[in-house]
């Protein structure tokens, strides 16, 4: 509840420490009790100090209180821009703590890991059908691995054909994992300015290609402005013509599925973030899944182990020899891949095609209700998101800041600020298809009265937020001085 | 119509606020070339299909629950206090992202900073950050941290008894950054060769790594290890898989360690077949500049209030993008949260307590098998936490037959790695029963 | 969180209604659909007039921010005396919910709910070590139908010998599920009035005994002060030489786990309600469970069926010529027994005593840090809870409603109000063990400083509560023209 | 030192304070006589010890899902949407209590709210409470309270087709009270019989009770049974076993019925063997003061905000005592927020398909069954909901031949009462697929 109790401060759960406070406790040992004095010798540490000496009422009050002060999808509309803040079913959770997944050992003989095997196979199969692709790896923990490992493999394609290519191109209002991917995939990132319409310069893209070395461009469709790319096909033509490859950036898929399929616009591979489009939960930060869809020219590269039919049932193969090897432990996130099927299963092929005509829907009418008070920098068709900028707000002393602070006290999160860099003073908002239209009248009324509020009151905008847990923060102190953890 | 959409009154007032007809106007954009038919999906289907379904899947698997389970490398059963899945249910953790807006995320954000605090008192490092997605790219990104700070070094020396799934994944992510990686063997200890160490490492070297305990369960000398690394100007790098073990063992961190990270998925996160578990990440303090992923700060509100923060975002991929210190944006926050949670109720004594059990009952299995004389370790006599290897020509057939017997005996290591010797490693924690330990010591003699 | 958009006020769900949206889908149905107009004929009703039309998202905002308005033990203490308030452990929660037990329909066959029988026959064990009576009855829903339980069993009893006693003694501070329990087993209730000490008078029992007619008596103990009364012993004499029956009201149990028992107490009925010293939730009002143990003397009027031992296995049996028949359908509150069952083991016999312990040492810090501040109208020894009043605040014109409202603002529920009626202005206070010494500092705190500002600002507590989500309401209104249902 | 208490330092501080040395002092006014030693209830448990125990509980136990089921007899088996056990596991909800304090509790308090509107709603009532213990101590409420309205009425006319534990439990009340229960027999089509009516009833009768659907599930002539109510001055009081039906059938409240009550577990409550369910109770306005049970009604804040709170307390045991409307204190509060949770769910059309689609099940099986020749329902052509009866000499012996075949038919009525007709009650919703109901078809062909 909101009283004064619980909106005081709650310390940290080392200051509720008191000596002889247990919060657990384990097995009786029925073995003899090891000195480890004497089996581990010099390895041996002392009590460590600082750990807390807590109750598990403790443990509860602290970790409730806590929760409290935090806003989420379960309480309303949050339109994070480029996250798909969409509701997370409770059917997924129930599903994904079923013992048969939950207490599975990734290791434990095939013959007793069938289901596993059969549920990530459904759901390759799955993905296969949505993107129009080859093959699914489902290892990648998130998008910004996904992006990755599709890196990878276009280099070791390149590798195989001898090449050596090293320019990424990637437009300016990409996001930023995506020149971080390719760095770390080993590639030069080349920027390419987006068009005064937001989208792909084809033409540069022509140039820079023509100038050679060019690996690969990693593009986002629907674009960071919730923009299709209406040149994709072609892009993906120059690209081919040329040897290079096509990377498409699949976080917001959402836009389109059942509607059109990265395969048809000419993908060589794509990554998918399971917590966008498919529901799984955002965890106030991970985890995630990021499978990656590939083209057949991929297929070889693939991380190992694939899981691949054998007779009756499903084996885990490693016989890729020309695979990128191995980007993260086990198998992925299976815990997420459970969900995401059960996702799609819930909505069925028709139902998905829905669901991106809702999320298109909304945003439609965000952008509708919005256009009024604030300015649109862009003016091509919306899909899932829209990007506000701050330009006539500014000139009252208000920034996309202030206007995003004042959203928490209407009770609402923020859009995504200050993205995509195209956009000064942006504010993209991303409603999804799980609002409905009391929920989506309430947000625009709140943008509005804050419009209004810029105008007529802008200190209370500046001011904001007043009705939050805290108030705003000395950011610059945090980073001054960093203080990074607890010490008594 | 369907459960997670809006309803049909709702989309036609926004289809005539807009002012379309249709839906399919708002798609004028994508062109026909690039347009998909119906998906063969099947039906949306109602929760009780859905359920039927997937009971269908979780019933194909066999859990170690119907067996007495020994199986480890890298993935450990330890006790679960249900109160951590029942705080991480709720919606204002779950369903939250990253705490982008903190005046709405103090939640996340102070649970997060406790989480780091755990992670320092465990390493005994200065900083820690809000998580990596598991231990394997943790130790990539130590690397990669090494790579950066190193300058020209481009060579890691990488103990062979690191789990060779992070040796794995270390060497995708090193040949892109035209990394190269040096095995540094094991000894007949079975524990990284440090006398062979000052033979590998040199001026290019950037980072030197070894597990402790490693894939056999087996405590390096992690003090030689930093000496030599530090030695040739190397950054010194401990990888933890089995993070209890931090209950007893001296960590890097005492050692000079520039970093220590792994995995903690240990303390009681769910093995789910293997993910998500959650990656840690600690160091000195002169690294932070270099570290990867989130790191939340405290502060004070306008106030002069006590609150926490994201801070130094200018190592990261939004701002800095090509020249970020690691590609990560989503991470691991909720398991991470998961873990503070099972520390928490832990604390002081439940993790020394959890740690001693698990290495009793290890040593008790140890111990009787070691009694038999038909049966024999790899490295006999080298200290271990809470895992082994039994030395066997035919793992997977000795495993095989144990299975009749209800007992899942343990990790082959011939599903794990070429390069390792034949056996099997027998991990034990609190969670085995003495009656387990004494069935597989029996069974073990019955058919070794 | 509790920024400004939460604390808006959230609509009735009704109000959230908008045609065409659902919030759930059956199984898909292959069977002809019936014509319900064929089958039913005039018994078929039309559409009903006023259920919502929601999505599931909307369900799970709708009650999360409902719930948001609640205080709860997982948030703080929650001082509500003869509650026993404690920590509702989540292991608890997460066995009840193990299908063996919450699919378990009451009407398979034996062989089938051997588990179940196991577990009941188990937590009768259990209950009667800590009692020390001879045997149980877990069927009744809560403490309240315990006591009618227990009474129609005396009465049973006394009809069995030919007795026509119709008088129950009730002391005046007994809660009031007791006379109005006594009241629906056929009896009439004669008020003892308690000692100035705050317990039982023995004369007056003796006195009421001795004029004839009394069936029973209806003690609790510790009593609603929380003060142990001396002379039960004495008391269970006085009836049982007349022919007469002590019931024992359970509800305070919590105090004297394995430290004394009802047994030896001389009760011959008493009800445990385990949503209180067995730790099972409370859950916004119920569901409980209040099973009642018994002396050999009731025994054979046990309500059916009881769990009985048959070969290697349980049956429940029928066979009880006596019984006093069912109170309720099938056998108890079965997933309440499987709580309180867990919370047994889990505290093992020493742990019991150490919970009991734990509740009298907290109550009697609290005692010991309010005394200089507030009136104990009351001297005897605190068990586990304690009882003051208002008098010492009146003068400022502050009643203990008053003090109430502020605890609400300084984050704490409220102590249970005006009861027992022996005190005037009562506030009784039982911490319970879970609480630990900081939450009890903080309390006491609060505490003090309201009797501050009960003396320098009383009008601060007289407009209390002001943080919390509504303020005080009109009582008098809700009373006076009922509005008990939502209509459009 | 237990994870549930306070710890050492704690209790030292507390012990100090009060001034005692030791614990066992604050005893001292418990005399020696009533004193107990050791408790012998074995140590403190882990929670792991715990959980093992308790799935050896629950593994002794078989559940329907892994059978065909066809049980209802008053329990039955329908959707149980995840949200609603997700939402009711919050903290806030369910370790509460009694909204005493409303303005901290406004939570439940709204809840409730709706959950008496959904009761209203669905049972064509005027006023409905917070909640009874179950179906059963429901219909013994509405007695009792048709004995405090009809004065000197002491007696009650009782379908003999009322559910039999509902029947035996207010037999068990009414004993006491001194009321005596008139049978009302049932006619050649399972029906209260009508036609007999007008001789039972008279002055002396305060309330005529019948179930619909009744034990059988026979849905009950309600206005016949109105009328002759009325017609002698006693209160009509309807009980209903299977929630779900009222998503179908006209309820009792359309034809002046005085209380419509019963138990929603059919709403998607886990049957959990036998409890905790949710009894209900809903009444005409003219009875509000005599209704049992806590009300929670509408009101204002002193800032005129809409609000919450409990009312007509004076009704209640703690304000009335010796002469309040009924003794129930604790109630069943979250099984109804559970319940109102999964109403608002289904809504206006998932509360009518659900039944529909579960009454078409039943009536494929009734029908299948008919087909044969070779089985009989007892009372042919009666319209029923989802539940029928059939024919059976020895109901437990055809049952156990079904079992062999992974198939619980159904329940024997040998196994309810005596006085019910030999024959097996199959209870079919829309959790029965369409194989279930062809096996048990076929099975009960090839055996009977
Ligand atoms: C457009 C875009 N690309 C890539 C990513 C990276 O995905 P992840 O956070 O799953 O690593 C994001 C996520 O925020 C994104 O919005
Ligand atoms: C002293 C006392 N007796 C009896 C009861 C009635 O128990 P229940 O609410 O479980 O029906 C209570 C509960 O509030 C109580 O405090």
Redesign the pocket.
């Known amino acids: 509840m909101s009283g004064q109790g619980t909106r005081v401060r709650e310390g940290l759960i080392f200051e509720r420490s008191s000596p002889g406070r247990v919060g657990y406790q384990l097995p009786r040992l029925e073995v003899p009790l090891v000195d480890p004095a004497v089996t581990l010798g010099g390895s041996l540490r002392g009590e460590i100090d600082g750990l807390p000496e807590v109750s598990e009422v403790d443990v509860v009050r602290h970790f409730t209180r806590l929760s409290k002060w935090n806003y989420s999808v379960d309480e309303g509309l949050y339109p994070l821009?480029?996250?798909?803040m969409k509701y997370n079913p409770r059917i997924n959770e129930e599903l994904a703590r079923l013992p048969g997944f939950a207490h599975l050992h990734p290791l434990q003989p095939a013959d007793q890991v069938q289901g596993a095997l059969a549920l990530m196979w459904e759901l390759e199969q799955a993905l296969l059908a949505i993107t129009g692709m080859a093959r699914v790896t489902l290892q990648p923990?998130?998008?910004?691995?996904?992006?990755l490992t599709g890196m990878l493999m276009i280099r070791r394609a390149l590798e195989k054909r001898g090449e050596r290519r090293r320019v990424v191109l990637i437009p300016d209002s990409?996001?930023?994992?995506?020149p971080a991917s390719a760095v770390f995939a080993g590639f030069e990132v080349l920027e390419i300015a987006s068009t005064p319409e937001g989208t792909l310069d084809v033409e540069a893209v022509r140039r820079a290609v023509a100038k050679g070395g060019v690996a690969a461009l990693m593009a986002?469709v629907p674009n960071?402005l919730g923009v299709f790319e209406p040149a994709i096909g072609e892009v993906a033509q120059i690209l081919h013509d040329d040897g290079a490859f096509l990377y498409l950036?699949?976080?917001?898929l959402n836009a389109f599925v059942g509607i059109a399929s990265p395969g048809k616009m000419g993908a060589d591979a794509l990554?998918i973030?399971l917590?966008?489009t498919f529901s799984t939960p955002h965890g106030g930060g991970?985890p995630?899944?990021?499978p990656v869809a590939v083209s057949a020219a991929l297929e070889p590269y693939l991380p190992i182990p694939t899981v691949e039919r054998e007779g009756d049932g499903f084996v885990l193969s490693y016989d890729r020899p020309e695979s990128i090897g191995k980007v993260r432990g086990f198998y992925g996130n299976f815990a997420m891949l459970v969900r995401a099927l059960a996702y799609i299963r819930s909505l069925g092929g028709d139902g998905l095609r829905a669901m991106a005509e809702g999320a298109v829907l909304a945003a439609n009418y965000v952008r509708k209700g919005l256009e009024g008070d604030y300015h649109l920098p862009y003016q091509r068709p919306t899909l899932h998101e829209v990007v506000f900028d701050d330009s006539r707000q500014k000139p009252f002393g208000v920034t996309n800041v202030d206007i995003a602070k004042r959203l928490l006290d209407y009770g609402f999160h923020a859009p995504?600020m200050s993205?995509p860099l195209i956009v000064h003073g942006a504010m993209m908002i991303e409603p999804t298809e799980s609002e409905s239209l009391g929920e989506l009248d309430a947000f625009i009324h709140a943008m509005r009265e804050i419009a209004r509020e810029a105008r007529e009151t802008p200190e209370v905008v500046r001011q904001a937020p007043e009705s939050t847990p805290v108030q705003r923060l000395d950011e610059v102190r945090a980073a001054r001085s960093p203080v990074l953890r607890w010490r008594r | 119509m369907h459960r997670y959409l809006a309803g049909e009154a709702d989309r036609r007032a926004m289809l005539e606020a807009i002012g379309v007809a249709s839906v399919e106007e708002l798609f004028a954009d994508i062109p026909a070339a690039v347009r998909v038919g119906e998906l063969p999906l099947g039906p949306a289907r109602s929760e009780d299909e859905v359920r039927r379904e997937f009971w269908a899947y979780a019933l194909r698997n066999t859990t170690p629950e119907c067996a007495a389970s020994f199986l480890g490398a890298g993935v450990y059963r330890h006790t679960v206090p249900a109160v951590a899945d029942a705080l991480l249910q709720r919606g204002e953790f779950f369903t939250a992202y990253?705490p982008y807006q903190p005046e709405v995320s103090q939640g996340t954000l102070q649970a997060i900073f406790e989480f780091q605090t755990f992670v320092c008192q465990l390493t005994e490092q200065d900083v820690a950050n809000a998580s990596l997605y598991d231990g394997a790219t943790a130790v990539v990104e130590a690397v990669l941290l090494a790579g950066r700070v190193g300058g020209s070094r481009r060579r890691v020396v990488v103990a062979e008894s690191l789990h060779p799934d992070y040796r794995r994944v270390l060497e995708t992510y090193c040949s892109a950054q035209g990394m190269e990686v040096t095995p540094l063997p094991w000894d007949r200890a079975g524990m990284a060769d440090v006398e062979a160490l000052p033979r590998l490492v040199g001026e290019d070297v950037c980072a030197v790594v070894v597990q402790s305990p490693n894939v056999f369960g087996i405590v390096e000398p992690l003090a030689a290890v930093a000496e030599a690394a530090r030695g040739c100007g190397a950054l010194a790098v401990q990888a933890v898989a089995e993070a209890t073990s931090l209950g007893l063992l001296v960590p890097g961190g005492r050692f000079g360690f520039d970093v220590v990270c792994g995995d903690l998925q240990a303390f009681g996160v769910p093995p789910a077949f293997g993910g998500p578990h959650v990656g840690f990440f600690a160091a000195r303090e002169r690294h932070l500049r270099q570290m990867p992923g989130r790191l939340v700060g405290e502060t004070v509100d306008r106030a002069g209030r006590r609150a926490f923060v994201l801070t130094l975002a200018t190592r990261e991929?939004?701002i800095r993008r090509a020249k970020a210190t690691s590609?990560?944006?989503?991470?691991h926050g909720l398991v991470a949260l998961y873990v503070a949670i099972v520390l928490s109720l832990l604390g002081k004594r439940g993790v020394r307590e959890l740690a001693v059990a698990s290495h009793s009952v290890a040593e008790f299995v140890k111990a009787g098998i070691g009694r038999s004389g038909k049966l024999a370790l790899v490295f006999p006599g080298s200290p271990t936490y809470n895992e082994f290897l039994l030395r066997h020509d035919d793992p997977e057939g000795l495993l095989q037959r144990l299975r009749g017997q209800g007992i899942l005996g343990g990790v082959p290591t011939t599903r794990l790695a070429p390069h390792l010797p034949p056996g099997v490693l027998i991990a034990a924690t609190e969670q085995n029963t003495t009656d387990e330990c004494l069935r597989l010591i029996a069974a073990l003699e019955a058919v070794a």
Chains 1, 3 share one sequence.
């Open positions: 821009g480029s996250c798909t923990a998130a998008g910004a691995q996904g992006e990409a996001h930023g994992t995506n986002t960071t950036d699949g976080a917001n990554h973030n917590h966008k991970g995630g899944a990021g995504t993205f | 990253t991929q939004h590609n990560i944006c989503t991470n």
